[in-house]
C-alpha cells in the first residue's frame, strides 16, 4: 500500500491512492530475476504477454492485440518516450541499459492516454534508472555461456565539486543463434556496443538537473524477404546482417517553489540509423522532444498537474521493390497539453481524479483523451479504485505511407502480377474507452493481493481491404497490381482479469503467484472485406498466463531464485501452449563481489513463442541456455 509511484499521475503517489493496475517491478525483483534483458523482467507482470519472435525482436503487449511491433503500449526510459513512429512499438534489443543502476520499472495495464498521450492505450512501461549519487564507485559485469555467449559492463561513479553526482559506464553484449523452425541454425546472431552517462546536480536549494546520455553501435542477422523483380514468382528469403547505430541525450531540470509546488523542464534528442529495420528497409530518424510540467497543492483538498509538450521528429527512408515508404522523408510535429485535478472527497477515504490530454499531430490533427478514476480506503488494509478512460493510437508511417509487394499468380494474358499492400494517408486514429476496478488488500504483513477486472470498447480498428486491380507501367515489365488497403473498419471489445500475490511464508523464503485471463471478440462493419483481421485480432495473444515465482534465502551468502511462467495456446498462429522455467543460484563470496549461476528455459530444449505472419524476421525457437555471470563492486 506504502509503494509509491510516479506513472499514473506524474508525480509521486502511493498505492493506496492509484486509482490504476500497476505493477512495480523493483530493484531486488530485477536481481533476482536472472534476466539479461528488459523483456524477460516483463514476464513477471501479470497481464503482459512476452514472446519473443526471434534472437533479436520481441512481440510484446497488454490485454492482448499483441504484434512484433505492437502501437498499443507506449514504453518510457525516465520518462523519455521510446516508441517509434514510423513502425510503432518499441526496438527491445535497443532498450538496454545496465540492470543494476535500474531503480524500478513501473507497468500499467490499461489506458494512460490522459498523462501520457497518443499509443498509450493498453498499457504504459516506465524505466526508471537511480539518480547518479546512488552508484558510486566502481563496479565490472563478466559473463557467458552457451546462448548469451559474452556479456559485461564497466562503470565507475563519483562526485564533480559539493554539488554533482556523476557515473560513466560501457556495455556489450553478444548473442548466438537460435534454432528456426526446422531445428537448424536460425542465423540470427547479434552483437551490441553501448557507452554512457549520467551527472545529477544541486543547483541550489530550490533547483537539481538531470543530464543523461548514450551512444550505441552493433550489427545483428536476420533473415529478410526480398522480392528481387516484378516478375519474379516467388519472394527470396535472404540473411542480412544489419547495421546499427544511434544515441540519446536527456536533461532534467525541477525547481521547487514550495512545499506544494514545483515544475519539471524535460528536454531529450533521439538519434538511430537502423539498416534492414522492417524487411528490406532502412531508416535513419531524428527526434526532439521537450516537456513543460506543473505540479500545486491547491487547498486542502485539491492536487493539479497540468503541463505541455512538443515534439519533432523527422525521418529518411530507404526501401526497395519490396517494401518502400511514399513519401520516403517526413517531418512530423506533435502539440500536446494536459491537466489532472485529485480531489480529496473524504480526505484520506475518497479520492475522484479527473484529467484529460489534447494532442495534435499530422495524421489526425486534434485529439482529446480523458478519464474519471476513483479511490476508496476504508482501512489500512483494503483500497477499492475504479476508471473509465479514453486511448487511442494514431497512424504510423507503414500505416499511412508503406507500399509492400507480393508475387501472385500471372494475369489471364500472361503480364506478371503484384499483390500489393497500400498504407491509407487518410487512416483515424484506432479508439479505445476502457472500464476498469480493482481491490488491493494486504492480508497481513506476510501477504497482499492485487486483483484487476477490466472491459474495454475498440473502434476503428485497422483491417486490410482489397480494391479494384489496375495496370501499372513501372517498374518494367508491364504488370498488374491487386491492391489491398489499410482502412479502420474494426470493432470488438476485450476483457479479463489480473491477479498479482505476495507472499512472504518466512523471513528467508517468498512466493509471488502471478494470474491473467483475457477474451476479445472482434468484427468488421458491413464495408469490410477482409476475411483475416478478425481471426488475427482474436488470436494473436494467449488466453490464459500463470506464473509462480520464489525466493529462499539459504544462507546470509547464498540465494535460491525460481520461476515458473505458463503460456497457453495461440490459436490464430498455432503456437502451442508452454512452461517456461527459469532457476538460478547467487553466492556473495565476499563484500561486493557476487557470483550467479542461471539456467533458463530449462524444461525443453527449444520452443515456439511467435510466429511472425507477415515474414519479415524469420521468427525461431526461444532455447534453453545457461550462464555464469560475476559482478564485482567496490
Same mark, same amino acid.
Given at each position: ?13 502511493? #498505492? ?59 514504453? !518510457? ?23 543494476? &543502476? ?24 516506465? /524505466? ?21 555467449? %559474452? ?16 557515473? +560513466? ?14 531445428g537448424q541454425k536460425g542465423r540470427d546472431g ?23 546520455g548514450d551512444l550505441f553501435t552493433g550489427r ?41 509546488? &514545483?515544475? @519539471? !523542464? ?14 528490406? /528497409? ?18 486542502? $483538498? ?5 503541463? #505541455?509538450?512538443? =515534439? ?21 510535429? +506533435? ?56 486511448? *487511442? ?27 500489393? *499492400? ?24 506476510? !501477504? ?63 512466493? =509471488? ?5 483475457? $477474451?476479445?471478440?472482434?468484427?468488421v462493419t458491413g464495408a469490410s472485406r477482409d ?18 515465482? =520464489? ?74 541456455? %545457461?550462464?555464469?555471470? !560475476? @559482478?564485482?563492486?567496490?
Amino acid at each position: 500500500m506504502n509503494i509509491e509511484v510516479t506513472s499514473v499521475s506524474k508525480k509521486e503517489q502511493k #498505492l493506496s491512492r492509484t486509482a490504476a493496475a500497476i505493477f512495480v517491478i523493483t530493484h531486488e525483483d530485477i536481481r533476482r530475476s536472472g534476466a539479461l534483458n528488459i523483456p524477460d523482467l516483463l514476464r513477471m507482470v501479470p497481464g503482459v504477454d512476452v514472446t519473443q519472435v526471434n534472437g533479436n525482436s520481441w512481440a510484446i503487449s497488454a490485454r492482448g492485440l499483441n504484434d512484433a511491433f505492437n502501437d498499443e503500449v507506449l514504453v !518510457l526510459v525516465d520518462g523519455r518516450n521510446v516508441y517509434t513512429l514510423t513502425f510503432g512499438g518499441v526496438f527491445w534489443e535497443l532498450l538496454d541499459c545496465p540492470f543494476e &543502476d535500474i531503480e524500478r520499472i513501473e507497468v500499467i495495464r490499461g489506458p494512460g492516454g490522459s498523462i501520457w498521450g497518443a499509443n498509450a492505450v493498453n498499457g504504459v512501461i516506465n /524505466i526508471i534508472t537511480k539518480k547518479a549519487g546512488e552508484t558510486r564507485g566502481a563496479m565490472v559485469v563478466a559473463g557467458g555461456g552457451n546462448v548469451d555467449q %559474452a556479456f559485461g559492463t564497466s562503470q565507475y561513479g563519483g562526485q564533480l565539486g559539493k554539488g554533482t553526482d556523476y557515473r +560513466v559506464y560501457s556495455k556489450f553484449f553478444n548473442h548466438d543463434e537460435l534454432p528456426n523452425l526446422s531445428g537448424q541454425k536460425g542465423r540470427d546472431g547479434s552483437h551490441l556496443l553501448r557507452g554512457g552517462f549520467r551527472t545529477d546536480s544541486t543547483l541550489s536549494s530550490k533547483d537539481t538537473l538531470m543530464i543523461q546520455g548514450d551512444l550505441f553501435t552493433g550489427r545483428e542477422r536476420n533473415f529478410v524477404a526480398f522480392l528481387p523483380s516484378v516478375a519474379s514468382p516467388v519472394l527470396l528469403n535472404i540473411i542480412v546482417d544489419s547495421g546499427q547505430s544511434g544515441g540519446f541525450l536527456q536533461s532534467v531540470w525541477n525547481h521547487a517553489y514550495s512545499n506544494g509546488s &514545483d515544475s @519539471t !523542464l524535460n528536454f531529450s534528442y533521439d538519434y538511430y540509423d537502423i539498416a534492414d529495420i522492417f524487411g528490406p /528497409i532502412s531508416e535513419q530518424r531524428h527526434t526532439f522532444n521537450v516537456e513543460f510540467q506543473h505540479h500545486i497543492a491547491w487547498g486542502e $483538498r485539491q492536487d493539479i498537474v497540468w503541463g #505541455l509538450g512538443y =515534439s519533432r521528429s523527422a525521418s529518411q527512408s530507404e526501401g526497395s521493390l519490396t517494401v518502400s515508404l511514399i513519401p520516403a522523408d517526413l517531418d512530423i510535429q +506533435v502539440f500536446s497539453s494536459f491537466i489532472q485535478d485529485e480531489i480529496a472527497l473524504v480526505p484520506e477515504r475518497f479520492y475522484l481524479t479527473v484529467g484529460t490530454k489534447l494532442e495534435h499531430n499530422y495524421y489526425t490533427a486534434f485529439n482529446i483523451m480523458p478519464s474519471v478514476r476513483a479511490t476508496y480506503t476504508p482501512g489500512k488494509q483494503h483500497m477499492f479504485w475504479m476508471a473509465i478512460s479514453k486511448a *487511442l493510437s494514431t497512424p504510423t508511417g507503414v500505416d499511412t505511407a508503406m507500399r509492400s509487394n507480393f508475387p501472385g499468380p500471372p494475369a489471364p494474358d500472361g503480364h506478371p502480377t503484384l499483390v500489393s *499492400l497500400f498504407g491509407n494517408p487518410r487512416l483515424e486514429n484506432e479508439n479505445l474507452v476502457a472500464y476498469e476496478a480493482g481491490y488491493r488488500t494486504t492480508v497481513s504483513d506476510r !501477504l497482499s493481493i492485487d486483483f484487476t477486472a477490466y472491459n474495454s470498447q475498440f473502434k476503428q480498428l485497422t483491417t486490410n481491404e482489397p480494391s479494384t486491380p489496375f495496370l501499372e507501367t513501372t517498374p518494367l515489365p508491364a504488370h498488374f497490381v491487386r491492391p489491398t488497403t489499410i482502412q479502420n473498419l474494426m470493432y470488438g471489445e476485450a476483457h479479463g482479469l489480473e491477479i498479482a500475490v505476495n507472499w512472504r511464508l518466512t523471513d528467508r523464503w517468498s512466493l =509471488s503467484p502471478g494470474y491473467a485471463f483475457e $477474451r476479445l471478440h472482434m468484427h468488421v462493419t458491413g464495408a469490410s472485406r477482409d476475411t483475416e483481421s478478425v481471426a488475427g485480432a482474436e488470436g494473436t495473444d494467449a488466453h490464459v498466463h500463470a506464473q509462480l515465482r =520464489s525466493h529462499l534465502e539459504l544462507s546470509r551468502q547464498l540465494a535460491w531464485d525460481a520461476a515458473a511462467y505458463f503460456v497457453d495456446r495461440v490459436i490464430f498462429q498455432k503456437v502451442p501452449s508452454y512452461t517456461r522455467l527459469d532457476t538460478g543460484l547467487s553466492w556473495k563470496t565476499r563484500e561486493g563481489l557476487t557470483l550467479s549461476v542461471v539456467g533458463q528455459n530449462l524444461l525443453r530444449d527449444h520452443h515456439v513463442e511467435f510466429l511472425e505472419s507477415a515474414g519479415d524476421f524469420g521468427s525461431t525457437q526461444a532455447k534453453r541456455s %545457461a550462464y555464469v555471470k !560475476l @559482478t564485482w563492486q567496490f
